[in-house]
């Protein structure tokens, strides 16, 4: 038997144990997923659950029900590879032979402030005390900071939800600066429709109790401050002695294996993969094409064949406006814009059927389903 343990059940974690456990089943592979908390976090709802929806609930064990993996409730504290160990946070141990490494990553708070006085979205409970805070104000200012798609996207749905509030747009540059003209242009009359005040061009220094400071010393007052503003790996791979690139992600080659400990994998967001065109950033896009990726390479070494080299181009750049509006700018594989973009009913019902499709992507994976690099082929690249 070759012990596969796989450390994290968002997007990714999930697509790779299922994937490993399908393709190694016939080859003596036993897969255990480990996982923090009992629920799927549905990050890519979590500004929804901000606003104050409540997005279905989906456990854990339903959604590896009858694949054949083990699921293992803890929070990893910390991992040793030269003893092919795991520590969990209550002094459980957990031994393999291969590692999948697939934690996610956690908000950059190098500014000061922000690891004591910002909401983030590193959990999903971290989502509802935001939720929380904004249903019990009855006025003054939410602070969005970062004018990434995260930022965008949470912003337009705190100011739909919650009109009373006045919601300002922290960003270094003009939000949704990889959009193409066309769509940025959309984007910034969904945000002045929905009454968000943009400050772009701004860089903040501090995040205080009751507002922020900016460079300059302009003070905003904020009855709360969303940090969106970026993002790193969780120190633990670091400490472990993994290699890591200066965002903390551990650095893989070709087939998704760390470079300085040959029995771990990496995939997700925790992992920094290099592609002709640059190190991917982290999306569901990328994230479960690399779950997948990662499942198939175990699974060929078992049967003892050379694993394939991961190959991937994006697609679209999904952007909700709220629940009524939306753009989606296609890509070329590099991500950067092509000229086609959609907007509005038709952009709703895209971004829609992509935020749901992980979870009919997993039933058919129990199922042997998803053909081979099927989510890799975006592009032609596949
Ligand atoms: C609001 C928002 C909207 C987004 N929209 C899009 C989009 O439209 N399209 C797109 O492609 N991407 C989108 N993204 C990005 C996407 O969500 C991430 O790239 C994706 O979730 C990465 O998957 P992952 O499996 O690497 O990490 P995660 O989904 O974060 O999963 C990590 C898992 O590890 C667990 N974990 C963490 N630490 C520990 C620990 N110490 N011990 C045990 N378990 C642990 C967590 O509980 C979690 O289950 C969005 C992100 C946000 C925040």
């Known amino acids: ?28 592979g036993r897969v255990t997923l480990v996982n923090a908390s009992p629920r799927f976090t549905q990050r890519l709802r979590l500004h929804q659950t901000a606003a104050g929806q409540r997005p279905a609930e989906h456990l854990l064990a339903d959604v590896v029900a009858g694949s054949g993996v083990e699921l293992v409730l803890g929070r990893v504290a910390a991992l040793d590879p030269a003893a092919r160990e795991v520590r969990l946070d209550d002094g ?13 990553a956690v908000t950059d708070a190098s500014v000061p402030g ?8 590193d959990r999903h409970d971290q989502a509802v005390r935001l ?42 540059g003009r939000p949704g600066a990889m959009m193409g003209p066309a ?25 205080l109790p009751g507002g922020i400071e900016l460079a300059g010393g302009e003070h905003l007052d904020a009855a709360a401050t969303l940090w969106t503003a970026g993002t790193r790996g969780l120190p633990l791979a670091a400490a472990s002695g993994l290699s890591v690139d200066t965002r903390g ?3 893989v080659d070709a087939t998704l294996r760390s470079v300085s400990h040959p029995d ?37 070494e078992l049967r003892g064949r050379t694993p394939r080299p991961f190959r991937f181009g994006y697609f679209h750049q999904p952007l909700s406006l709220g629940r009524r509006d939306a753009v989606i700018q296609f890509t070329r594989p590099d991500d950067s814009p092509r000229r086609w973009y959609l907007t509005g009913r038709l952009a709703v019902a895209y971004k829609e059927a992509v935020s749901s499709s992980p979870f009919p992507t997993f039933r058919m994976l129990k199922r042997g389903l998803v053909p081979v690099r099927a989510f890799a082929l975006t592009a032609g690249l596949g």
């Open 131 to 172: 939720a929380e805070r904004l249903g019990s104000l009855t006025g003054g200012t939410v602070v969005v900071a970062g004018g990434g798609l995260t930022g965008v996207e949470s912003a337009t749905e705190i100011a739909e939800s919650h009109p009373r509030l006045h919601v300002v747009l922290l960003s270094r």
């Open 114 to 121: 922000v690891a004591e006085h910002a909401y983030v979205y």
């Open 249 to 251: 992600r551990i650095v």
């Open 183 to 207: 769509a940025r242009t959309y984007l910034d009359q969904a945000l002045e429709r929905l009454g968000v005040e943009v400050r772009a061009g701004v860089q903040v220094m501090k995040v």
């Open 264 to 300: 771990v994998y990496a995939v997700g967001d925790a992992a920094a993969v290099s592609q002709p065109f640059g190190v991917l950033h982290g999306t569901c896009q990328g994230g479960i094409p690399m779950g997948l990726h990662a499942g198939d390479v175990l699974a060929d």
């Open 1 to 28: 038997m070759t012990h596969i343990l796989v450390l994290g059940a968002g997007y990714t974690g999930v697509a790779a144990a299922l994937r490993a456990a399908r393709g190694t089943r016939r080859t003596g």
């Open 92 to 104: 459980r141990v957990l031994g393999y032979d291969k590692l999948v490494y697939a934690l996610g």
